[in-house]
């Protein structure tokens, strides 16, 4: 590694460099290494080496569903649930497979 000749401090809450410090430990990557490498590969790609990105808490399906339709289908789910039974079964995807494509 090159000679180091500047450091930065960066103020983080505190927890968070608790779990991400467990993590870091677990891949045998120091903080400042993984600083560095983060740096090293924005240096590399020209951008942030990682997407950045607003996560979606959930889903919100009445743009896509009318009420009535969701009320049908809530009411579908709540029944396969109690009764299984009535309902195939598949261990593997190429037996779900075989039954979607069959003419049965």
Same mark, same amino acid.
């Given at each position: 590694? +090159? ?45 942030? =080496?990682?997407?950045?990105?607003? =996560? ?9 569903? +009318?009420?009535?339709?969701? +009320? ?11 009764? =299984? ?20």
């Amino acid at each position: 590694m +090159t000679d180091l000749t500047t450091s930065i401090n960066v103020k983080i809450d505190k927890k968070d460099k608790e779990l991400a410090t467990e993590i870091l430990d677990k891949l045998g990557v120091s903080m400042s290494g993984l600083i560095n490498m983060t740096i090293k590969q924005l240096i590399m790609r020209g951008s942030i =080496p990682f997407e950045v990105a607003i =996560p979606k808490e959930e889903y919100d399906l009445s743009r896509y569903f +009318t009420n009535e339709e969701l +009320t049908k289908t809530a009411k579908e789910l709540a029944y396969i649930e109690k009764h =299984p039974q009535e309902y195939k079964s598949y261990n593997n995807v190429k037996s779900l497979k075989e039954a979607l494509l069959s003419d049965e």
